[in-house]
């Protein structure tokens, strides 16, 4: 192999080394040589890269053991990583939800990355950069027999009424210029014990189809299609990407409550439109368009008619 290769026994063993500290089975046969008996089940750059078909998308891949949050880890690195470096973590210590919220983190089942985009748009714009992330998750669940996922806007995709991702985009801007955004995406893969709090809100794609799957699978998967989805957008902003969200939206047609800084509306959701806002019909008939705040769903609550809180 040595002869071969050119590279020498010595670097050889060290990779093999540190390819068995990643869980990776290999044989070592006198004279024969090396065979791989086992892959790892850890979204490394090993299991990924190969096979990514992307354009900017992971052009850069960190692994992480263990972090404190993975947005965390690039946004504290912003100005010395490239567009499309994208950061995994096997588990995170204070995994972070929106405003202030945690993200359940624990090691050896799920998926936690961040992906860093560099877009020349206004900042403006940078929100509809979730919905572009949940376009790829909704996807790739999609093809992984998950059909019935939708999309709860803005940020979390749900199955069948539990959360099985979210999506958690920051910015990094001045007034009319886009340093970064990171895009968060948080996937619970093969989780099945939740702590009592997510129980009855939360699921993962193995308590969903019965079997454990491939977390390298998912992250490929997914970093492909945000990476199809990036340059749709870019090409063409949220344009040919909303009508296909708006197929699988939780919220059409749906009585919602939309909790906002100083109120809170009540309405029947309609569609989310081309600027990646969502349009609410209020009880008195006219419309509303909102660009952020927190949804809830009304379907189990008792409530006067007529009233904004
Ligand atoms: C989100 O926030 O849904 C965005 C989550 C993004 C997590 C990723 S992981 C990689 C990257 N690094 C980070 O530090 N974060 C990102 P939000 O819509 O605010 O939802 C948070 C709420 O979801 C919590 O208050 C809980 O109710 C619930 N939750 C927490 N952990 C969960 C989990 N593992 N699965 C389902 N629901 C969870």
């Known amino acids: 192999m040595m002869k071969r290769t050119g590279v020498s026994r010595m670097a050889i063993s060290k990779q093999v080394r540190r390819l068995r ?34 354009r900017i998308v992971g052009r850069s891949y960190t692994y992480l053991d263990s972090t404190d949050s993975t947005n965390s880890f690039v946004r504290d690195r912003i100005n010395d990583l490239a567009e499309g470096t994208t950061v995994v973590a096997d588990s995170q210590t204070a995994g972070r939800g929106r405003l202030q919220r945690q993200w359940f983190s624990p090691p050896g089942v799920n998926l936690y990355m961040s992906i860093l985009l560099k877009p020349a748009v206004p900042p403006m714009l940078a929100p509809q950069l979730s919905l572009v992330a949940g376009a790829a998750l909704l996807k790739a ?64 794609i193995r308590r969903e189809l019965g079997n454990p799957v491939s977390r390298p699978a998912i992250a490929r998967e997914i970093l492909n299609r945000l990476d199809h989805e990036y340059a749709l957008w870019q090409d063409s902003g949220l344009r040919n990407i909303v009508p296909f969200i708006n197929g699988h939206s939780q919220l059409s047609g749906q009585q919602i409550k939309v909790v906002l800084p100083r109120t809170t509306l009540h309405g029947t959701a309609q569609h989310i439109n081309e600027s990646g806002h969502l349009l609410m019909r209020k009880e008195d008939g006219s419309d509303i368009e909102i660009s952020s705040g927190e949804v809830c769903l009304c379907r189990n609550e008792n409530r006067t008619p007529g009233r904004n809180e």
């Open 21 to 54: 500290d990643l869980g990776y089975g290999i044989e070592a046969s006198p004279r024969l040589g090396y065979r791989l008996t086992r892959r790892t089940h850890l979204p490394v750059a090993d299991e990924i890269l190969p096979a990514l078909k992307t």
């Open 141 to 204: 669940f999609h093809a992984h027999g998950l059909d019935d996922a939708v999309l709860k806007w803005p940020n979390d995709i749900v199955y069948k009424g539990r959360k099985l991702a979210g999506v958690l985009c920051e910015m990094e801007a001045e007034t009319d210029v886009i340093h970064a955004v990171i895009i968060g995406i948080g996937v619970n893969v093969n989780i099945v014990g939740f702590p009592s709090e997510l129980k009855k809100i939360a699921t993962s």
